[in-house]
């Protein structure tokens, strides 16, 4: 599993939600933190990606901000320690989780608190992100490192944050509520099996046709080719 994920049938709830609902707990409570979160969608309605934690620690003896995977889904997610630029803390690692898988990863560690509202969802080949943070009352802003990255297997349509192609990015400021969104247009995983059904039966009756008429074309050369035929 790559540990740099680019930072880059149901209804497609709480995913940014549940991954930073990991988080709010340590980001609310102390504004020295860095929260970091990479989530990539896949064409199949799968998720990678990662989710760093971490604290400002006044020694390397210090753990930081310590998450540990659910047995749920721990043969998908790997914690690693992380410590970089005097923060502390885990770094989570998933692939290809289910969206229930993610729910299970996430709400398992802690829930997200009322300044944390995320949603994700699909409505037909539109797929909706929505979100809001609320970090005005987090102490110590100037140490705070807030980031949410979310990249796309379609088009983004439409988003109030940095758009780099199918990747949309947010830096989240402390001290004031930040809202997120953005829309991404794809096919849904049945419906793109539909399509592919479709467009092979209508290959499959082109070839039909091109064997009927190949047929036909070569009865009447040899019915032409009979001796005595008047041509």
């Given at each position: ?10 209804r497609?709830?709480?995913?940014a ?28 309605d ?24 659910p ?7 790997r ?58 009352g ?12 979310i ?69 009447h ?11």
């Amino acid at each position: 599993m790559d540990a740099r994920p680019p930072w880059g049938g149901r209804r497609l709830k709480l995913v940014a939600g549940c991954l930073l609902g990991a988080v709010a707990a340590v980001l609310l409570a102390s504004g020295c933190v860095r929260a970091r979160v990479a989530v990539a969608v896949t064409p199949d309605d799968l998720v990678t990606g990662e989710v760093v934690v971490a604290t400002v620690v006044g020694s390397d003896q210090e753990p930081g901000s310590v998450l540990t995977p659910p047995p749920a889904v721990a043969s998908k997610v790997r914690a690693e320690p992380y410590r970089q630029d005097g923060y502390a803390g885990t770094r989570l690692l998933f692939t290809e989780l289910t969206f229930d898988e993610f729910s299970v990863l996430l709400q398992s560690v802690t829930d997200a608190p009322d300044g944390l509202r995320l949603e994700l969802r699909r409505a037909g080949a539109l797929v909706l992100f929505n979100g809001r943070v609320d970090l005005t009352g987090m102490p110590n802003p100037e140490r705070s490192d807030v980031q949410v990255r979310i990249s796309f297997p379609g088009t983004v349509t439409g988003t109030n944050g940095e758009q780099q192609e199918r990747t949309v990015s947010w830096i989240v400021q402390p001290g004031k509520v930040t809202e997120l969104t953005a829309t991404a247009r794809y096919a849904e995983p049945g419906s793109r099996s539909w399509g592919q059904w479709a467009l092979l039966v209508g290959l499959m009756a082109l070839l039909v046709v091109l064997i009927i008429t190949l047929l036909a074309y070569l009865s009447h050369r040899q019915f032409a080719d009979q001796p005595g035929r008047i041509r």
